[in-house]
C-alpha cells in the first residue's frame, strides 16, 4: 500500500509539473510567434516618437554588436518575466549619433557606463562619431561613478566630463595576456602534433599548446599591435582634454591617478560631481526648471524613433528607388556548411555572395569582414565567389575589428580594401593542430587500443599511435600548399608579387595603418566611407541598402542555442566567465576540420 501511494503521489507530482511547464513553454512559444509577428509586420510598428527638447542618452554598457540576433521576446513584459531587448548594431548607433546632429528635438548627449564591450575599432567609430556630433554646437555630457580605460576613451569625446565624487579612473595602459597550456597537457598525458606553413614563424595560434611562454616573432607582432592602439588612444585624449602625450604616459607609467582628486589635477576629468548635480547641469543646458522632469531617450530607441521632418522631404520616394547596394556581413570564426550570427558558414555567407551577384537591382557589393579566420577549405568555398562577384559589378570590402588569416583571404580579391586604424589584419598563414590522447587515455584513464587494418597507413590519424615519418611529410606538404596557394591568391588579388606577399605574410598580424603602408589595405575608413565608395564605382546617387545573409527564424534560432546557453551559464557559474573563456578556446580547438587559416586571440580595451 506504502508503495502504491509512494507511486501515485510521484504520478500526480509529476503529472502537475509536466501540465506546468507546458504552459510555460507554451506561454514562451506564443509570446515569441507575437514577437516575431511584430517583427515581420515591419520596423515601422516599433518606432517610437521623440519628444521636444531631448537628451540623446548613451549607456556605453549596453551590447553594441556589429550584426544583432533577433530576439523574439524583446519589448515584452510581464509578471516576473522581461523579454530584455536586441542588442544595437554598431551601423545603426553610428546612423543614430549623426542624425541627432540635425534633429531639432535632440538638444544634446547625456554618455554614461563604467566599460564598454566591443572591440576597439567599434570603440574608436563610436568616439569619433561623438566629436562629429560636437560639430553641430550641441552639448555631450558624460559622468560616471567609475571608468575603466575602454569607456573612459570614449567619454574623453564629451564637453564636459564628470566623475563621482569618491569615483575611480582606470588609466595604465594596455596589456596581452596569453594562456599556456603545455604544462598542463603534459600532466594530463596529451600531446599535439603542430604543423605550421613555411617560414611561418609569426603564426602564433598554436604556441599555447607547444609552448610555455610567448615566442620573440609573437611578442614583436603583440607589442605593435599594443603600441598603435595605445597611441591611437593618447592621441585623441591629448586632443580633447588637451593634455600632452607625453604627460598622458607619464601618469600611466607613474599610476598617477591614486585618487579621485588626481584625475581632477591632471586635467583627465572636468570636477567630482555627485548624480544630483549632473541632473541640475542638464536641467540648466535645456534650461528648464529644477523640478521639471529631464526628456530622455536611449540610442537604441532612438536608432528606431521616428525621423525629424525635413522641409520638402514630404513625399516618400523610396518607392521609385530600384538599385540597390548589399551590404554583407561575414561575422565570427569560418567554418563549412551553415552559419549563424555568430559564426560564418561557407555554404551561407557564399549564397548569400552568390544572390547579391546575380540580382540585377543590386549594382554594387560591400563584404563587411569582422572575422579571425578559420577553416582554410571554408575560406576558399567563399574567396571563389568574390571573385565572381568581383567579375560582374563593384566588389568592396570593409574590415571591423579584426579581419586576419581567413577573414582576410575572403577579402584578398576585393576591388578595394578599407580598414580602420586599429584593425587587426593581416595573418596570412595556416597551421595544423592535431590532438594526440593516447597518453591521457591510457596512463590516466587506463584505456588501450588495439586494431586490423588492411594497409599500412589505414590507421592514419589514429589516437593508438603517433604519426610515423611518411604522414607528417604528407601533412607538411598540404599545409605548404595551402600556404603558397594563400600567399598567390593575396598577390593576385592585390596586384603583387609572390615574394613581396610572403615577406609580409609568414603569419605576421598587423595593424590597419601598417596594413594600408605594406599595400594589405587601400584606405582608412569605415562601413559607410565604404558604401560610399562603392555607390561612386556604381555610379548611384539615389539607392538602398539591402542587408545579407538574411536573419534566421528567431523562434528556431531559440529553441536551437537553448542547450548551448544552459551550458555555458553552467559552466560559468562553477568556474566563473574568466576560466570558462580559456574552455570555450580549448573547445574551438577540437571542433576544428581540416587545416585552418585563423588567429586564434582576441583583443579588446578594458
Not at 585624449?237 to 591632471?266: F, G, H, M, Q, Y
Amino acid at each position: 500500500m506504502k508503495q502504491f501511494v509512494k507511486f501515485m503521489l510521484a504520478s500526480t507530482i509529476g503529472t502537475v509539473i509536466g501540465f506546468v511547464l507546458v504552459l510555460l513553454i507554451s506561454g514562451f512559444v506564443l509570446a515569441g510567434i507575437i514577437g516575431s509577428a511584430v517583427m515581420m509586420a515591419g520596423k515601422s510598428n516599433l518606432k517610437v516618437t521623440v519628444k521636444e527638447s531631448s537628451v540623446l542618452d548613451i549607456n556605453l554598457e549596453s551590447q553594441i554588436v556589429e550584426r544583432a540576433k533577433e530576439n523574439p521576446f524583446a519589448g515584452i513584459k510581464f509578471e516576473g518575466f522581461d523579454g530584455g531587448s536586441n542588442p544595437l548594431e554598431l551601423d545603426d548607433a553610428l546612423a543614430a549619433i549623426e542624425r541627432a546632429k540635425t534633429d531639432d528635438r535632440i538638444k544634446g548627449i547625456y554618455l554614461h557606463g563604467k566599460y564598454i564591450t566591443s572591440g576597439f575599432s567599434a570603440v574608436q567609430s563610436l568616439h569619433d562619431a561623438i566629436i562629429d556630433f560636437k560639430e553641430s554646437g550641441k552639448f555631450v555630457l558624460a559622468y560616471e561613478e567609475v571608468y575603466t580605460q575602454g569607456a573612459y576613451y570614449v567619454a574623453s569625446a564629451a564637453d564636459e566630463l564628470y566623475m563621482f565624487q569618491e569615483g575611480t579612473l582606470d588609466f595604465r595602459g594596455l596589456r596581452s595576456e596569453v594562456p599556456y597550456f603545455k604544462n598542463a597537457m603534459e600532466k594530463l598525458g596529451i600531446d599535439a602534433t603542430i604543423i605550421k606553413g613555411p617560414n611561418n614563424i609569426y603564426k602564433s595560434a598554436v604556441e599555447p599548446f607547444y609552448r610555455e611562454d610567448m615566442s620573440d616573432e609573437n611578442r614583436l607582432q603583440l607589442k605593435r599591435i599594443l603600441d598603435v592602439l595605445w597611441s591611437e588612444m593618447l592621441a585623441d585624449v591629448s586632443a580633447s582634454r588637451n593634455v600632452s602625450v607625453d604627460e598622458l604616459n607619464r601618469i600611466a607609467n607613474e599610476l598617477a591617478v591614486t585618487k579621485p582628486d588626481d584625475a581632477v589635477s591632471l586635467k583627465l576629468i572636468d570636477g567630482l560631481k555627485y548624480y544630483d548635480e549632473i541632473l541640475a547641469n542638464l536641467r540648466e543646458k535645456l534650461g528648464i526648471e529644477a523640478d521639471d522632469d529631464i526628456k530622455s531617450i536611449s540610442l537604441a530607441k532612438y536608432a528606431n524613433a521616428d525621423a525629424p521632418e525635413v522641409e520638402g522631404d514630404d513625399e516618400d520616394k523610396s518607392w521609385e528607388i530600384k538599385d540597390n547596394i548589399a551590404v554583407i556581413y561575414a561575422i565570427g570564426g569560418i567554418n563549412s556548411g551553415e552559419g549563424n550570427a555568430e559564426e560564418i558558414g561557407s555554404e551561407t555567407l557564399a549564397k548569400a555572395i552568390r544572390e547579391a551577384r546575380l540580382d540585377e537591382d543590386v549594382k554594387a557589393i560591400v563584404l563587411r569582414v569582422n572575422s579571425p579566420g578559420g577553416s582554410a577549405m571554408a575560406s576558399d568555398v567563399i574567396w571563389r565567389e568574390t571573385v565572381l562577384a568581383g567579375e560582374s559589378k563593384p566588389f568592396i570590402v570593409s574590415f571591423g575589428d579584426v579581419a586576419a588569416s581567413g577573414g582576410y583571404y575572403i577579402a584578398a580579391s576585393a576591388d578595394r580594401i578599407f580598414a580602420m586604424p586599429t584593425t587587426i589584419t593581416g595573418s596570412i598563414g595556416a597551421f595544423g593542430l592535431i590532438p594526440n590522447l593516447r597518453g591521457f587515455m591510457n596512463d590516466k584513464l587506463g584505456v588501450t587500443f588495439d586494431n586490423v587494418k588492411t594497409n599500412e597507413h589505414a590507421d592514419f590519424g589514429s589516437l593508438s599511435r603517433d604519426f610515423d615519418e611518411a604522414e607528417l611529410m604528407l601533412l607538411e606538404g598540404y599545409l605548404t600548399d595551402i600556404y603558397n596557394e594563400f600567399v598567390q591568391k593575396v598577390a593576385d588579388g592585390r596586384g603583387k608579387q609572390w615574394a613581396e606577399i610572403d615577406s609580409i605574410g609568414r603569419g605576421r598580424v598587423w595593424v590597419g595603418t601598417d596594413a594600408l603602408a605594406n599595400g594589405l589595405v587601400d584606405e582608412i575608413g569605415d562601413l559607410e566611407a565604404a558604401v560610399a565608395y562603392a555607390a561612386k564605382q556604381a555610379e548611384l546617387e539615389d539607392y538602398e541598402i539591402i542587408e545579407l545573409p538574411k536573419k534566421k527564424d528567431p523562434i528556431k534560432e531559440m529553441f536551437k542555442e537553448m542547450s548551448e546557453n544552459t551550458r555555458i551559464t553552467v559552466a560559468e557559474w562553477a568556474l566563473g566567465k574568466e576560466q570558462v573563456k580559456y574552455l570555450k578556446q580549448i573547445e574551438d580547438i577540437q571542433n576544428m576540420d581540416g587545416f585552418q587559416a585563423r588567429m586564434l586571440y582576441d583583443i579588446r580595451v578594458k
